[in-house]
């Protein structure tokens, strides 16, 4: 599964992710790792086009997210690879630009799932950027040995558990008592 940020201009009118030039190279990366399209879902962060194609607000992202946590849990990828800053902070829920890092997979759990997060720079960056294209390659190259391997489990929590008190059981229902269970 791969996660972009928003639609674009194409992606709006036409209701798909990644139908313009970033699709375009999107569709080349995969082709070049023996992958199509209909191999992989592809979704954005924001479900709509920002004004004047502006970042995605926290507001918007925060309105957004359990949408896309739903296409997770009903995908139930095993790699999920982000696509520059907005999908990457917001899946790996750490404050690290895609620039730190792209290219290093990471356990993580989504979607009440543990996948592989993979952050890769975003296809546009290639667009501005034409030296990007080179590592954005060298990043899709490993994707096929990610797809082969099962994700490590996630990292036990730091936080200290405090246990909670024990209740008994619940009691056995009095015998004149019947429970329907359907």
Do not use: W
Not at 51 to 77: M, T
Request: with cysteine.
């Amino acid at each position: 599964m791969f996660v972009g940020e928003a639609p674009g201009f194409h992606e709006d009118q036409q209701g798909y992710p990644f139908v313009g030039q970033a699709g375009k190279l999107l569709d080349r990366l995969l082709g070049g790792i023996g992958l199509a399209r209909a191999d992989v879902y592809v979704a954005n962060v924001l479900k709509c086009r920002p004004p004047g194609n502006r970042d995605p607000a926290p507001d918007e992202i925060e309105s957004c997210e359990r949408h896309l946590f739903r296409q997770l849990e009903l995908v139930e990828p095993r790699l999920v690879a982000t696509l520059g800053n907005f999908a990457t902070k917001l899946l790996s829920g750490k404050p690290h630009g895609i620039t730190r890092v792209h290219g290093a997979p990471q356990t993580a759990t989504v979607g009440g799932r543990t996948v592989t997060l993979y952050p890769l720079f975003h296809p546009a960056a290639a667009l501005y950027t034409p030296a990007m294209l080179r590592t954005l390659e060298e990043d899709f190259a490993r994707i096929p040995g990610l797809l082969s391997r099962e994700p490590e489990a996630p990292p036990a929590p730091s936080a200290t558990v405090i246990p909670l008190p024990v209740r008994a059981p619940n009691p056995a229902p009095p015998a004149d008592v019947q429970l329907d269970l359907f």
